[in-house]
Structures are given as C-alpha cells and as structure tokens.
C-alpha cells in the first residue's frame, strides 16, 4: 500500500490523502453517451470529513465509485484521482483491490444488498481481515469481535453468529461499518450511510463515524443529500449538480453564507425543526379540533399478525397496532410519526380497510367501515385514497401515465366518456406539475419525484375527501422532498380534504400538519398539536424523536450528534411489559415495568401514555 509522504518535520505532508483531477464519468447507453460527471477537482485531508451534497442524479455517488474501480461495466472514468500519490486510474485490477481492500473502506447505502445473506457477520468481517492482514482464522474472529464492540453492536458475541436478515437496518449499517475499517484504511467513504434508517438510528451512526474520525485520524468522504448529515460530521463540504462542483469551502461558511444560487436553494429547502408549519398545514382561525366534526373515528383499532413457524416449529403472533384512538376532522392533517416498525403503515391501511383490524372500529362520516358488504366499501373507496412510499414500485409498468392516472375513472365514474376521462386526466396531470408530453411516457421512464406525481394525480383525480400518505417523500431528495409536501399542502388547502401524513421525516410532518401522533412499538405515546409538541413535547420518546433529528447548523449539530442515545426499539414479538418504551427510557421507574400507561387526556388538545410526564421537566434543552 501506498506511504504517506511526509514533511521535513516527521509530519504528514500537506498532500492529500485523495486527489481528485479534472474527473469525468460516462456511460454508453444505447441512446449515445451519458455524463454522469464533469471534471471534478477536490481533495481530502488526512483526518477532516468532506462533505459531499446534491440531489439524486447529481454524480455524487458515481465520482467516488470511480475512485474504488466500481463503475458499472458500461462505465468509464477519464482524469486522476490519487490515493497518496499513486495514480488509482490506472492501476492493474490486482493492484486496485489491494489498495482498494488495505487503504481505503466504502459504507454503501444499502447493507442489505451489500452483505452476503448465506455468511454469518463475523465470518464475513473475519475474511476480510484474513485477507488484508495475513493472519489465521483464530485471530481474524478476535480482531472482528473487537470491530463488533467498536462500532457499538450490542450483544457482539451473539451477533458474530447471526446473518444479515436477522439484524435491524442499524445493525447492519454498523457491520458494514465494521468491514470497512477490517483492515485500518487511511479513507473511509460512506455513500449515503443513514438514507434508509430511521432519525434516532441516522444519529447513532452519524455519532459513530464522527468519533471514529477523529479517534483514527483517518480521511473520510460523506456522500449524503441531508445537510444536517454534513452539519454534524463534516469539516468541508463539495456541493454537485448535474455532474459539477458548483461550490467548496467549509461547512460552516457553505451552510451559514452559501454563494451558489443552486446552494442556497439547498439550505433553504432543507427541513428544520424551527420552520414552523406550513401556511397549507395551518388550520383557518376558530376551526379548532374540538369546534370540527370528527371525519375519520379509530376506537380501540388494534391489529396483529401471526409470524414465524415454518413446517414444524412454533407460531408467534406480532402486535403491529395496538388499541389506537384517533379522530381526523374535517379539513385538518394529521401526521403518524415514529420508527420503522412502530405500526405506522399498518394504522393506515387499517383505517382503509385494506387491513381488516382485529379489534376496535374505524368510523368515516358515520359510517363503521368494518360493517359494511364489499360493495358499499367499493364505492366508498372514491373519497378514500393513499399514496404509497415506493413511487415506481406503486405504479403499474405495463401503463402509460395517462392510463395510469385516468384507471380511477374507470373503476369509479363509469358513465365518463374517453374524452372526458382524457380531459380530466390532462387537467390534473398540469395540477401536479407534470408536463403534458409525459403522459405517453411509461414509470421507467420518469424520475422518482415525477412517479410520485403521478401517484398523486392518481389519488387526486377522484377529489377525494381523505388522502393518507403513506411515507410518500422518503424515497426522495431533498429538494423533491420539499416540491411534493408543497404540492400536497396546496392540494389540500384548495379541496379542503383530510390529510393522514405518514412519515419520520419529523421536519416535514411540522411543516405540514396541524396535530401529530407519535407511535412506538404499535401503542399510542403522545398526539399534541404541533406547535406544542414540537415546542414542549411531554413524552420522553417524543423528546427523543427531536432530539435526533439532524439541523443543518454546523454550530448546533455537533453537540446533538454528542448526545445520541443508543439503543434500538425491542422486537415487536416480545415487547416489555408495562410500558413498552420503558427499556430505552432514560426516566423509567419500577411502575412502568409494572403496568401500561393510560390514554391521559389534557387541556389544549394534548393526550400523553406516560406515568412520569409530570415529573419531567417542561422543557427539554436538547429539542
């Protein structure tokens, strides 16, 4: 591997551990070629955090797949990029992958697909010790158990024998972690490391690739579209679009005074804490909750699941949703909020009837849902729609957009003409901000933030009186993020309709909505208007929540990340007794373990499940 040069003082010189060059990526596709990159020039220290931000599509990721001889086969990269000194564009493949495997780690954003399923985590981290570090088996087991504790794995003995699909996204992201730091690498690029996990956990690895940077002195790369991401880990940042760097400087002077018309953009979008709710969020003065009818009733909504047993062995039953009560009004949005697995999805499809609950009843406009025959259901279904997570996924491959948005009609107003279904279908395409020429085009075809559109215009078309969401932004970059909260706060302001907003993005749910329910573990923990629960939350895992949500403030961020709490929820199929938040809760006293919390109900409009909210404090400095 490569030496660091050094200075005539016995120091690291001032070259970079990797220098990027006029570096250009291209790919030949069958329309002709694609630039996914153009002449990028950057550099990294030994020991400081780059940065590296931009919406999806911008090249980020492909720039440093480059560096790692990664590209897709149709791929080709043209410049230089230098690891201490030595040209990696040019190396033989032999060459690279020592480099590749004893200098430089890569975290990828999905560990998922990234983990041999058939391995044990220890095995895999233990071979690639083996293979860098020359050492025998007996060794490369202690060497990847010490790695298991270092990068935080609770239990680590136990987790050496588990295979990936056995560990929650955060154990993964941490395994991950661990093989990449196998064989001590002087740079560590992670690509998007905490997309796909929930804020609380995002905190954790954030936290944990911030100590190990400065713990080992080694560079690193942080490949992320979440700003708050580069607040609290990066000491520079490099912002891309379409392929460029449009700006470079220190996190701070980027972030507080950024230059670039396009950067600006960037930090303005980006959801804060502190931005208030959304004029399409706010209610009309004197239409309090308590003044509205009541739309949508859940009494008591609980649903279970039976998992598990395969031929022979036992079955377990999964309490996804426990005893929910809710009211949505007429006009208002509500946002569900917590970590994956608290039930989330599963209240929502409840409420729909696409999920029949186990116990409890869901009441629209007076009417129970679960008493009515299949067809009453059906026709019900034009004033209940649901926009889905996955954008692509959600939409059918084999349709035009046109066909895509104008199915609704079919199914619900029979006696519409073709022409008239095109017409409607033309005006709320040009509604949700899609071109008139993209509907002849197929999913594929589109962009994520256009396939949500899409989704959208679908629901939309039927000018329901209920929209859910169902996570519908998560899949998206931030600037995409912001345009789709917009429209669906435009949308719902103008056709008055209900709005069940489902996400953990919690920025975005005080943006839009004007009460929100926090959900842990499938039970009810806190549902408050959102002024207050943002400004004085009652329940320490609503405390929790904002606390880990990431600000895109470099003087701020930090001191957050320093203060992550660790731990993950408990697996649904064994849940704590009493209250089920109790084994993560920093104020737990022996009633919680003895007895669930009750549904207290407040002034103003507040309900809290805590027996010890009384004695916390009422503001909390960490929020």
């Known amino acids: 591997m490569p030496s660091i040069p050094a200075s005539a003082e016995g120091a690291p010189a001032a070259a970079a551990v990797l220098s990027l060059s006029g570096l250009t990526v291209t790919f030949d596709t069958p329309r002709g070629s694609n630039t996914a990159a153009r002449e990028v020039t950057l550099a990294v220290e030994r020991g400081e955090c780059l940065g590296v931000v931009g919406e999806s599509g911008a090249g980020k990721s492909q720039v440093f797949l480059a560096v790692m001889g990664l590209l897709a086969a149709n791929g080709r990269a043209q410049g230089s990029a230098r690891f201490l000194g030595t040209e990696l564009l040019r190396l033989a493949p032999a060459a690279l992958d020592r480099v ?19 391995l044990a985590v220890g095995e895999q981290i233990a071979e690639v010790i083996r293979r860098h570090r020359g050492v025998a088996r007996a060794e490369a087991r202690t060497a990847a158990l010490a790695l298991l504790r270092r990068v935080q794995v609770s239990d680590p003995e136990r987790r050496m024998r588990q295979y990936p699909h056995e560990l929650s996204g955060g154990m993964r992201q941490r395994v991950m972690i661990a093989i990449a730091l196998s064989s001590e690498p002087q740079l560590l690029i992670a690509d998007e490391p905490t997309t796909s996990l929930d804020v609380t956990i995002q905190a954790q690895i954030l936290a944990l690739l911030a100590e190990l940077k400065r713990e ?7 490949i992320t579209h979440d700003l708050g991401a580069v607040a609290g880990v990066a000491d520079r940042v490099a912002v891309m679009r379409e392929g460029r760097i449009v700006e470079t400087g220190p996190v701070a002077a980027v972030l507080k005074a950024p230059r670039d018309p396009y950067t600006r953009t960037l930090v303005r979008d980006a959801p804060r804490l502190d931005a208030g709710t959304d004029a399409a969020g706010a209610q009309a003065p004197g239409t309090s909750p308590a003044r509205r009818a009541a739309a949508l009733t859940l009494t008591g909504v609980s649903v279970r699941f039976d998992v598990g047993g395969g031929w022979l062995g036992p079955r377990a039953q999964l309490s996804a949703v426990s005893a929910v009560s809710l009211e949505l009004y007429a006009g208002e949005s509500l946002g569900v909020v917590g970590e994956s697995g608290c039930g989330k999805s599963t209240l929502v499809r409840a409420a729909l009837q696409l999920l029949r609950p186990d116990a409890g009843r869901v009441v629209w406009m007076g009417e129970a849902l679960g008493d009515l025959p299949n067809s009453a259901l059906r026709a019900l279904r034009r004033d209940l729609q649901i926009i889905f997570q996955d954008p692509l996924g959600s939409l059918d491959p084999r349709m035009t957009v046109a066909q895509i948005v104008a199915e609704p009609l079919r199914v619900h107003a029979r006696d519409l003409d073709a022409s008239a279904r095109a017409a409607e279908t033309a005006a709320v395409l040009r509604r949700v901000g899609l071109a008139p020429e993209l509907a002849s085009r197929y999913p594929h075809e589109l962009s994520g933030g256009q396939c949500q559109r899409v989704g959208i215009a679908r629901a939309m078309i039927l000018k329901p009186r209920l929209l859910i969401c169902d996570e519908p932004v998560s899949a998206l970059d931030i600037p995409t993020q912001q345009q789709i909260v ?27 909505c004007e009460r929100v329910l926090v959900l842990y573990l499938g039970r009810m923990m806190e549902l408050a208007p959102s002024q207050d629960l943002y400004t004085r939350p009652l329940h320490p895992y609503t405390r929790e929540l904002l606390t880990a949500v990431p600000v895109p403030d470099p003087d701020i961020q930090p001191a957050r990340l320093a203060r992550a709490r660790a731990g993950e929820p408990p697996s649904p199929l064994s849940p704590p007794s009493g209250c089920v938040y109790r084994t993560r809760c920093p104020h737990a006293a022996p009633v919680c373990e003895e007895r669930i919390p009750a549904w207290e109900e407040l002034p103003d409009a507040r309900r809290v499940a805590c027996h010890r909210w009384r004695d916390l404090p009422q503001s909390d400095p960490d929020v």
Do not use: W, Y
Request: glycine share 12%; aromatic share 4%; net charge positive.
């Open 100 to 118: 590749r495997g004893a200098g430089i780690g890569m975290v990828f954003q999905d560990p998922m697909t990234s983990l041999t399923p058939h």
């Open 216 to 222: 080992r002195g080694m560079a690193m790369v942080l």
């Open 486 to 512: 917009t429209l669906l706060g435009a949308l719902k302001r103008e056709s008055g309709m209900c709005l069940l907003f489902v996400s953990h993005n919690l920025a975005l749910v005080r943006r839009l």
